[in-house]
């Protein structure tokens, strides 16, 4: 019985049990159907409030121009590097900032870092309006192919270098044609009509082409032996090998604020590697003072028809290991990117059909189709490599990831004015000079050292631990100030090949119009950027190619440089207008569309 | 007898205390592989996540698109993220950290070209900075409640406040500058090349690029010690038995160096192992201002480059160097000072 009783109360228990969940659940899908019709209320609510806030500017809208609000051009940013940095394109960004903002436009500056920026501008073309962009001085850049070409033609505008997004197949037609144009007052023609095009449609806001500023120690070197070359100044390849001392001390001790990347013929790399391959390897042909090839390691180079290039060799060239430059030699380095171990440099050789050997000093260099700057491009670019160390470390590559890039000799082998000595990692590279070469240098040592920290560099620059201030990026004002309170000092200062600019978006309204860039350019106030922010230390800049290359320059370019009213008057021209509020509107039927 | 052959009561506690105590390693040692394996975690993650991409540094008109899928294969760049991470830990299992994107070579060998530049510069300046701050630290409190003490501790406090760049440059002005005592970049004079790193270290003119750079750093690094060995002192100087050394008739200067620095500077010996823990990292401020070729430039490169192999190769060998020596530092209490016990 008692068992019995307890199996009952047990059941009882449970049912009540159950009985109790199941009102609990009841009573919760209850709540949940009254929150749900809250829910319902809620969102009808929110229609209806958005309903009456777009009906209601719409009223305010038709009160102040039907649409008005809708060509109102949107805000814009522009890039720039942190003033700590670079001072001067912060600067200019706000300069050019202001000036926007008297047009009527909503802009800001957005500072970014370099690798940043370069991200952004680079590998997502969409996103940005408009950037601070900066090219440097460059052996290869003497010629006005590879920044005409590269910048602005279409082919390059989806992932090389047109970051811009720049399409005009006028343009595309004439710098293609430039390309293939032997004869070189008819070539410069087409670059003057590729620079008009440029300054006509403001492709970019060209701001400033600066001065390069070399400090060298005139105890240490005879003045008259230092060699000033168009567009790079002072260092340069002619003044390291020139160089005469004067006294005692022998070696070119000179700076750099970035550290070598690695020693390598074949791996274009940063700018102070490029210094050191200059020196360890040979070329064919070398760009001279004048910005002009001349034969080198050729003792001639004669053009059989446009496609054809007949190279003598230098008699008597050595590698630094002793072994004699043969012809052989000469055609493996220019063969040695088919491998694919090298690709740095197989967009240079790519133009070149075959290679002859004639004799055994002689070569014949026949090209798929002519190119006018083949000569700067190719021949003064490619390093002359000894094939008997190379051929089999490209074959050893073929079974490798790797390629010739990441190859770093214990000691490099070159043939050119100085040998390799030395390298301490962070520190510095020594190069010693090779008496043996047809152009001997008269400094015993090239050496430079890695000093990131730019005030120790001006400091030793005064006291004689370097006497080649080869790179300065602080104040030039007190460079110069500094170089006046030292007699042994002397400055010499060039106008640069590189230059700074402001890059549109083509891709991204309202910079996709050519009265909208031009108004942009009007109101770039370059004199002022060069007396107040390069303090005088720059020229403004209106294209690609640098006054210093006086012959390729074109001095009658219709860059607009009149001010705020000037680009007033260009954006009226094109049917902008203002609304009430003073804010630039699109011309009629204009609407932004962005990607 | 009973001192030489205790008996197995003894034995048994010995035994669990062993027992407890290579427990209380194993514990340490397995925190130790963990917080490792977060660290190593993050640091992949933290520079993947950063802005920038190492193709910026090869942004050049000639650089065309082929080129940068050679480079994005060559670097594994071209796979996706959990790929590249379970690459990564096996790379690191097996011992390997890469090759660096910025210098196309292998991490550790370019590691180990400027590692012991930064070895002998924070080495040196910590012994400096350990010499001069513990025996400041006994004089200041020595000088308790003089005016002495009160210039002192401003001035400590001034020295590790002010910014190292700062110190750097002052001395660098001064001293190089001005007056032309010392050289004022680099490691050594430009072509000078040394056969051996013993060669290096023994001769005088290494020692003279070595100076500026370390005495910047022990002018900072000296505060700790300085401090912590003086407020010590003065807890120790409270202890019963030092009245009771005096009440003997010690002289002041035999109870100060004898009874009371010797006790004092205990917390100040695990201090600088800590202190070397993190002297590998290297100093990034000082290193830039006195262009000293050390593993604190390289480690900016890296990050400035999205160089990731080897900023996670030079960030995962610092933090495994000062994750042991806070394991060694911890060892270290337990065995010199008895009061701190094991587990608990």
């Known amino acids: 019985m008692e068992v019995e009783d307890k199996i009952k109360i047990k059941k009882k228990e449970e049912n009540i049990r159950k009985k109790r969940l199941l009102s609990i659940k009841f009573n919760y899908i209850k709540k949940e159907r009254i929150m749900r019709k809250q829910k319902y209320f809620k969102y009808l609510f929110i229609v209806l409030m958005m309903i009456l806030a777009i009906s209601f500017s719409g009223i305010i809208q038709a009160a102040s121009g039907a649409g008005d609000s809708e060509r109102v051009i949107r805000k814009l940013m522009v890039l720039s590097r942190p003033q700590a940095t670079s001072p001067d394109e912060y600067e200019t960004a706000l300069l050019i900032v202001d000036g926007m903002r008297e047009l009527g436009l909503d802009v800001d500056v957005k500072v970014i870092t370099w690798e940043q920026m370069a991200d952004v501008v680079w590998y997502d073309r969409d996103s940005w309006d408009m950037t601070g962009w900066q090219m440097t001085a460059r052996p290869e850049r003497l010629d006005p192919d590879e920044l005409v070409y590269n910048l602005f033609h279409s082919s390059t505008a989806e992932k090389g270098y047109n970051f811009v ?22 070539r410069r023609a087409l670059i003057f009509q590729l620079q008009g095009i440029l300054a006509n449609e403001a492709v970019c806001d060209f701001v400033v082409n600066p001065m390069v500023n070399i400090v060298y120690n005139s105890k240490v070197f005879k003045p008259e032996s230092i060699k000033e070359m168009a567009g790079m100044g002072i260092k340069n390849f002619w003044t390291y090998i020139y160089a005469e001392p004067v006294g005692n001390q022998k070696s070119i001790i000179l700076n750099s604020n970035d550290t070598v990347q690695s020693i390598n013929p074949l791996y274009v790399s940063g700018s102070v590697d490029s210094w050191i391959t200059e020196l360890v390897w040979d070329r064919l042909m070398r760009v001279g003072q004048d910005g002009l090839p001349k034969p080198w390691a050729a003792k001639s180079v004669e053009w059989v028809s446009d496609k054809q290039a007949k190279i003598v060799l230098r008699e008597g060239m050595k ?21 694919g171990e090298v690709p740095m440099y197989k967009p240079f050789i790519s133009n070149i059909e075959s290679i002859e050997i004639v004799n055994d000093i002689t070569l014949l260099f026949n090209l798929k189709k002519a190119f006018a700057a083949f000569e700067i491009a190719t021949l003064a670019k490619v390093n002359i490599i000894p094939k008997h160390i190379w051929e089999s470390i490209l074959e050893d590559l073929k079974d490798s990831p790797d390629n010739a890039e990441s190859i770093q000799e214990e000691i490099p082998i070159g043939s050119g004015p100085y040998k390799f000595s030395s390298w301490k990692f962070s520190e510095e590279v020594v190069l010693e000079k090779n008496t043996e070469h047809f152009s001997a240098p008269k400094m015993e040592k090239w050496i430079v050292r890695f000093i990131p920290n730019m005030e120790a560099a001006l400091g030793m620059i005064q006291n004689g631990e370097i006497n080649f201030l080869a790179t300065y990026l602080g104040d030039s004002q007190l460079l110069q100030q500094k170089v006046e309170e030292n007699p042994d000092l002397t400055m010499v200062s060039s106008i640069d090949l590189g230059f700074r600019y402001f890059a549109f978006n083509h891709r991204r309204p309202p910079f996709d119009d050519i009265a909208f860039r031009r108004a942009i350019v009007a109101i770039t106030d370059r004199d002022i950027i060069v007396t107040a922010i390069w303090k005088g230390f720059a020229v403004s800049s209106d294209s690609v190619i640098s006054p210093a290359l006086e012959f ?20 009226k021209g094109a049917g902008y207008e203002w609304d009430k509020k003073g804010r630039l509107m699109y011309p009629e039927g204009k609407k932004e569309k962005l990607n | 007898m009973t001192l030489l052959y205790p008996n197995s009561d003894f034995w048994w506690i010995w035994g669990y205390l062993l027992n407890q105590k290579y427990n209380y390693f194993a514990l340490r040692i397995g925190q130790m592989l963990l917080t490792l394996f977060i660290i190593v975690t993050i640091l992949f993650l933290i520079f993947r996540l950063m802005p920038g991409n190492p193709m910026a540094a090869y942004i050049d008109p000639t650089f065309t698109q082929e080129q940068q899928q050679i480079l994005m294969q060559q670097f594994g760049l071209d796979k996706p993220l959990w790929q590249q991470y379970l690459i990564y830990i096996n790379n690191l299992l097996k011992g390997k950290l890469g090759d660096s994107f910025f210098f196309r070579a292998p991490v550790i060998e370019i590691i180990l070209k400027v590692l012991p530049n930064t070895i002998y510069l924070m080495l040196g300046s910590l012994i400096l900075a350990y010499i001069a701050g513990i025996l400041g630290g006994v004089f200041l409190a020595w000088k308790r409640g003089t005016s002495t003490e009160t210039i002192g501790i401003v001035f400590t406090l001034f020295t590790r406040a002010a910014p190292q760049f700062w110190v750097g440059m002052i001395l660098l002005a001064v001293f190089s500058f001005k007056l032309g005592w010392f050289p004022s970049a680099g490691a050594s004079p430009a072509g000078v ?44 100087m409270g202890e019963a038995y030092v009245d009771m050394a005096r009440m003997r008739g010690l002289s002041e200067k035999r109870v100060m160096l004898k009874y009371v620095a010797r006790n004092a500077a205990l917390p100040v010996v695990t201090a600088m192992a800590v202190g070397i823990g993190y002297a590998m990292g290297g100093n990034v401020v000082i290193e830039t201002v006195f262009s000293w070729p050390g593993l604190g430039r390289i480690l900016v490169k890296a990050v400035s480059t999205c160089d990731y192999s080897l900023a996670q190769g030079a960030f995962i060998l610092i933090a495994t160097v000062m994750v042991f020596m806070n394991f060694v530092a911890d060892i270290l209490y337990s065995l010199l000072d008895p009061r701190v016990k094991i587990g608990g």
């Open chain 2, 193 to 236: 090349v040394y056969s051996s790193e013993l060669e290096k270290l023994t001769s005088f003119v290494f020692l003279r690029y070595l100076f500026l750079p370390m005495l910047t750093l022990a002018i900072y690094l000296m505060g700790l010690p300085l401090l912590l060995m003086r407020t010590n002192m003065l807890d120790v």
């Open chain 1, 165 to 186: 997004g720049y399409i005009n197949p006028k343009y595309d037609e004439i710098v293609e044609k430039q390309r293939i144009t032997l004869d070189k007052k008819e």
């Open chain 1, 319 to 339: 590698w630094h290991d002793g072994k004699p430059v043969t012809v052989e030699d000469v055609k493996f380095s220019f063969e040695a990117p088919l491998s």
């Open chain 1, 552 to 571: 390729w320059k074109n001095d009658n370019l219709n860059f607009p440089s009149g001010g705020v009213e000037e680009a007033k008057q260009i954006l």
